[in-house]
């Protein structure tokens, strides 16, 4: 896979090289032997055996022919590519995009083909867990990665959990293809129906982008003009967005994970937008991207942030010297006290809602399970009636853990088909537990509302508004913390199903991959078929790993907002101000560069001139605050 992404530490041009071990190197060498010696008389048309071929013939030229596994293991084949052995990172840098293009075309796919000019050179990419492009100068990356990721994941087991956790981590997800087939193309389709449930509930997407290239190319464009040819491309422009519109409305599978205002299509025309020829830049829907890409990049917000956190630290500093809170502190204290308590009884309400609606679900999910999987199971295993070739689809299926990824076609995943009926009953609600899209917060925006409800006592408070002010930064702080860690951890919760259920398949595949000779497609059938009525409770150990992740989230969540409410509630009122500056200068500066930014959310402003009086003001805070503070 490839990632593209700003150089903000050079104005070079780089390439940051990641490669497999050599033991997984290995292991793959010693698969592709086995393969391609039990199938001497596959056909050549077959897409895993070109697959395997391809890969070696990309690294070794024809002499892997001639060599055992552990022969093409000598260090003599990897001498330009010392890293690799070394288990190391290879850096390229370059002054121009071209120059590095012609120096790491050889660890990409791209072009890696033994064809004309290109014989006797070596090609490393099948050695290449990933590669990371960076760009210097360019504002469109500016906080943003581009991911160009394979569709299915990879049978390399590295590879593919990296690929699992970039397609989970992926806020935004881009299918490109060519408009001319954009509603048909099956395998674009197939793809994001393969993934919706790892970006969706297991992930945090919140927008799919389907992007119609080539859309200025028009057959016998030399018969219309100029007119007529502007015509006709937006004409059917229009007709493909709808197409593409209509493919995902008929998609399910897909629509379980994403809303239709979370699906856009565009139709882009590079070549419209460079030249102009007969399109505006705007109808190339090229700027459009460009905007998206920018609003990513969200300078404005974490400048606002940065910002706030300083008045809020200003606050503290100030409001600690200005010792008029004195005689109401307990006051104000119990007051603070009582609200937090409110509020954590309103969290700790909607999140046991939310765990008895969970286990509610799960308890159908797992009925239906036990009275289906047979039946899937069955499906699954006897599709082949005749063996042929499902025999070699089901010995890689118990090669690699359940799980098949052909070179082309569609993922076939016996655990998720045995998972089915659990991810189903849980989908809709943990869909409206976790949302993906920023604008509903978790376990119905509870966290989100959560509030010591310091606007409210400023008036009746008003010698305690700059310590309330400092409660009032700290609280947004945690919460935006809290509703971080509820993405990562919401995903580790999701993936438990599919998990416990890989884990409790395990021995049941090693044993059924052990056989070979005659009778070895009954064998892996019979092996699989016992080993699942053996784990009678797979289901129920399936669920219950769900909701004890849950449930230890749920608790983390109540420790750390309770814990850290209290101790900024305690900070706010016990600061000793005697050693402290005086900041009301500096903090006057904050004030009116947050109004600004506040009031103005398209402008950027610059930070310049008490930067580097936050940093300093930070210093003195945590120099004379108590150990343990929440600053």
Not at 78 to 84: A, G, R
Not at 264 to 273: I, M
Not at 310 to 337: F, M, P, W, Y
Request: hydrophobic share 30%.
């Amino acid at each position: 896979m490839t990632k593209v992404e700003a150089n903000t530490r050079s104005s070079k041009y780089e390439a940051e090289i990641e490669f497999i071990t050599k033991e997984e190197w290995k292991d793959e060498l010693w698969s592709f032997r086995q393969f391609l010696d039990n199938n001497e008389n596959q056909e050549k048309e077959d897409d895993d055996y070109r697959d395997a071929v391809e890969k070696l013939t990309a690294l070794y030229g024809e002499e892997w022919k001639e060599k055992s596994s552990e022969n093409l293991m000598e260090n003599k084949y990897f001498k330009e590519i010392p890293e690799f052995l070394q288990s190391r990172r290879k850096i390229l840098r370059c002054e121009s995009a071209n120059e590095l293009s012609a120096q790491f075309v050889k660890y990409t796919r791209s072009e890696s083909k033994q064809g004309e000019g290109n014989e006797g050179k070596k090609w490393f990419w099948p050695l290449v867990k990933c590669v990371t492009v960076r760009v210097p100068n360019n504002p469109f990356l500016q906080h943003v990665t581009l991911v160009d990721l394979p569709g299915n994941g990879d049978c390399n087991k590295s590879r593919d959990q990296m690929w699992k956790g970039i397609v989970g981590d992926c806020s935004t997800v881009w299918i490109v293809t060519d408009i001319n087939r954009a509603a048909s193309e099956k395998e674009a389709w197939e793809i994001l129906e393969s993934v919706s449930s790892l970006i969706g509930n297991g992930g945090e997407c919140q927008q799919i982008h389907f992007i119609c290239t080539k859309s200025d190319l028009l057959d016998d464009s030399d018969d219309f003009s100029s007119a007529d040819i502007h015509e006709q491309i937006v004409k059917r422009n229009n007709e493909a967005k709808k197409g593409v519109r209509k493919a995902f409305n008929n998609r399910t599978k897909i629509k379980k994970h994403f809303t239709d205002d979370s699906f856009k299509v565009f139709t882009v025309s590079s070549k419209e937008f460079l030249k102009g020829k007969h399109l505006s830049p705007d109808e190339t829907e090229i700027p459009k991207l460009q905007r998206f890409l920018q609003e990513l990049n969200d300078c404005h917000s974490e400048t606002v942030n940065y910002v706030n956190g300083a008045r809020g630290i200003l606050s503290l500093i100030h409001g600690a010297n200005s010792r008029g809170v004195d005689d109401k502190k307990a006051e104000v204290c119990a007051e603070l006290e009582r609200n937090m308590n409110l509020q954590l009884r309103n969290v700790n309400k909607e999140m046991e809602d939310t765990y008895t609606a969970f286990e509610k679900c799960l308890d159908d999910g797992v009925e239906k399970s036990k009275g289906s999987y047979g039946e899937k199971l069955k499906n699954f295993l006897y599709r082949g009636k005749k063996g042929g070739a499902f025999h070699k689809v089901l010995k890689c299926v118990v090669k690699n853990g359940g799980v098949y990824k052909p070179k082309k076609g569609t993922l076939i995943n016996l655990n998720m088909k045995l998972a089915s009926c659990l991810i189903d009953s849980i989908d809709d609600e943990f869909r409206k537990t976790f949302p993906n899209d920023s604008e509903r917060g978790a376990f119905n925006g509870v966290i989100d509302t959560f509030s010591l409800n310091t606007d409210s006592l400023f008036k009746n408070y008003k010698n305690a508004e700059l310590q309330l002010r400092f409660l009032k930064t700290e609280e947004e702080k945690i919460k935006a913390k809290l509703n971080r860690t509820m993405r990562k951890q919401k995903k580790r919760v999701y993936s438990s199903l599919i998990e416990t259920i890989e884990d409790i398949m395990e021995e049941g595949y090693k044993k059924a991959a052990e056989f070979k000779g005659e009778g070895v497609l009954y064998n892996m059938r019979e092996t699989i078929t016992d080993h699942v009525h053996s784990k009678e409770a797979v289901f129920e150990r399936a669920k219950n790993t769900m909701l004890e992740k849950l449930h230890s989230l749920m608790g983390k969540i109540l420790e750390t907002l309770e814990e850290t409410m209290k101790e900024s509630i305690e900070c706010s009122f016990t600061t000793d101000g005697g050693s402290l500056p005086d900041v009301s200068t500096e903090l006057e500066m904050v004030k009116k560069h947050y109004v600004k930014l506040v009031g103005t959310p398209d402008d950027e402003t610059s930070l310049t001139g008490f930067a580097d009086q936050v940093e300093t003001a930070e210093t003195w805070t945590q120099t004379g605050l108590p150990r343990g503070s929440a600053v």
